[in-house]
């Protein structure tokens, strides 16, 4: 848990990566399901976020965006 205060403490001047890392944190979120994120997979009147994609990147280092996540699962 002080770790956890650590991160976010270092983060706090930073509201995209604090709000990245709380997300990370308190919801097991891998990297690269939270960059494949749209708006519309985040409810906040009832406080649930849906996984529907992931983000990698091919030997290029360019971004692709999978409809799948690693388990398969939505």
């Not at 650590?6 to 001047?13: P, Y």
């Not at 494949?36 to 009147?45: E, G, K, N, R, T």
């Not at 529907?52 to 280092?61: H, L, P």
Request: charged share 30%; net charge neutral; proline share 4%.
């Amino acid at each position: 848990a002080r770790d956890i205060a650590r991160v976010l403490d270092a983060a706090r001047d930073d509201p995209e990566l604090h709000t990245y890392y709380v997300l990370a944190l308190s919801t097991g979120m891998r990297p690269g399901e939270i960059r494949a994120l749209h708006w519309d997979d985040v409810d906040l009147d009832r406080a649930v976020v849906t996984v529907r994609r992931t983000m990698t990147r091919d030997a290029g280092y360019r971004p692709i965006v999978g409809d799948a996540t690693k388990t398969g699962r939505i």
